[in-house]
């Protein structure tokens, strides 16, 4: 069954370790993701982007394929299917989808306009028993052309919107989407730190989890983030595997070119990768 992140994340918030969002592109992702979260008994967010549900056919197809995977894997921890970076109108689809979280990022919007659509948004997640994720401060990344360091919230807005009944907020602490570019000047812990202090219990996420350094994560665990992102790391090792068994000729040997054994490499892969990731995070035994 699906849940709502909320009670997850709060628990994950007060015991001081995170839980990891990790987005899916198809089923092999979502099945990796599902199988690694019940072997190490693990909550688990699965992310979808909008461009993620365009590919999958349309946001009913993903919660269709995510409800239906849960009962025929027997999977019994805690599971979120989330919308990541949604628009006000892409929230509402997922809303009629059957969505259990959204993330509404108005962080491009003045901040009364980010405040009034996440106040909107707020009250229709509360209808619908889903937990609700609001953005302050854009977090940059290469498709934005952003390079070097990414923005840093203000604290004070994030205290205004964290204010408004949302239950998890992201706010920009330099963190990057994608890969890290060599002059990254790292996580600023000093907006964190500032943010935490004025937010309380507040579930912190941290967007662009690829390629931040071990320590760096811990330390940002133990000053309040509760929600980590992954999406870009799964990507590379699901196509650093099949990029081996293609050079190795093996889809050439036999039945090799079989899907479901041309993709298991990077399906085994994106396993390896979230057992990683949910130990650093903490989250393993905490569902
Ligand atoms: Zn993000």
């Keep these: 069954m699906l849940v709502s992140a909320k009670e997850m994340l709060q628990k994950a918030k007060a015991g001081h370790y995170a839980?990891?969002?990790?987005?899916?592109?198809?089923?092999?992702?979502?099945?990796?993701?599902?199988?690694?979260?019940?072997?190490?008994?693990?909550?688990?967010?699965?992310?979808?982007?909008?461009?993620?549900?365009?590919?999958?056919?349309?946001?009913?197809?993903?919660?269709?394929?995510?409800?239906?995977?849960?009962?025929?894997?027997?999977?019994?921890?805690?599971?979120a299917l989330h919308l990541d970076h949604g628009t006000y109108d892409g929230c509402l689809k997922c809303v009629e989808a059957g969505f259990s979280s959204i993330m509404f990022d108005g962080s491009h919007y003045p901040i009364d306009e980010n405040v009034a659509?996440?106040?909107?948004?707020?009250?229709?997640?509360?209808?619908?028993?889903?937990?609700?994720?609001a953005e302050v401060g854009a977090i940059g990344g290469e498709e934005d052309g952003v390079i070097g360091t990414g923005e840093c919230a203000d604290p004070a807005e994030c205290k205004m919107i964290a204010d408004l009944g949302i239950d998890m907020l992201a706010a920009g602490i330099g963190?990057?989407?994608?890969?890290?570019?060599?002059?990254?000047?790292?996580?600023?812990?000093?907006?964190?730190?500032?943010?935490?202090?004025?937010?309380?219990?507040?579930?912190?996420?941290l967007h662009g989890g690829t390629g931040i350094p071990e320590d760096m994560i811990k330390k940002a665990i133990s000053l309040g983030v509760a929600k980590i992102n992954?999406?870009?790391?799964?990507?590379?090792?699901?196509?650093?595997?099949?990029?081996?068994?293609?050079?190795?000729?093996?889809?050439?040997?036999?039945?090799?070119?079989?899907?479901?054994?041309?993709?298991?490499?990077?399906?085994?892969?994106?396993?390896?990768?979230v057992r990683e990731k949910m130990q650093l995070f903490g989250s393993v035994g905490k569902a």
Excluded at 179 to 200: C, E, H, R, V
């Design 19 to 79: 839980v990891g969002q990790f987005n899916i592109n198809n089923l092999e992702w979502t099945k990796a993701i599902l199988a690694v979260a019940q072997e190490l008994n693990s909550p688990v967010i699965l992310g979808v982007s909008e461009g993620a549900g365009k590919y999958m056919t349309g946001f009913k197809t993903v919660a269709g394929m995510v409800k239906a995977m849960i009962e025929e894997m027997n999977i019994t921890v805690p599971v």
């Design 117 to 133: 659509k996440t106040k909107e948004l707020v009250k229709i997640c509360a209808d619908h028993g889903m937990s609700l994720e």
């Design 175 to 205: 963190n990057i989407h994608g890969k890290y570019p060599a002059n990254w000047a790292g996580l600023s812990f000093d907006t964190l730190d500032a943010i935490q202090a004025l937010t309380g219990d507040m579930p912190l996420v």
């Design 230 to 273: 992954v999406n870009t790391e799964c990507q590379l090792s699901f196509a650093d595997a099949t990029r081996k068994y293609i050079e190795a000729g093996k889809d050439l040997e036999g039945k090799g070119f079989d899907p479901r054994k041309l993709l298991l490499p990077g399906t085994e892969a994106i396993k390896e990768t």
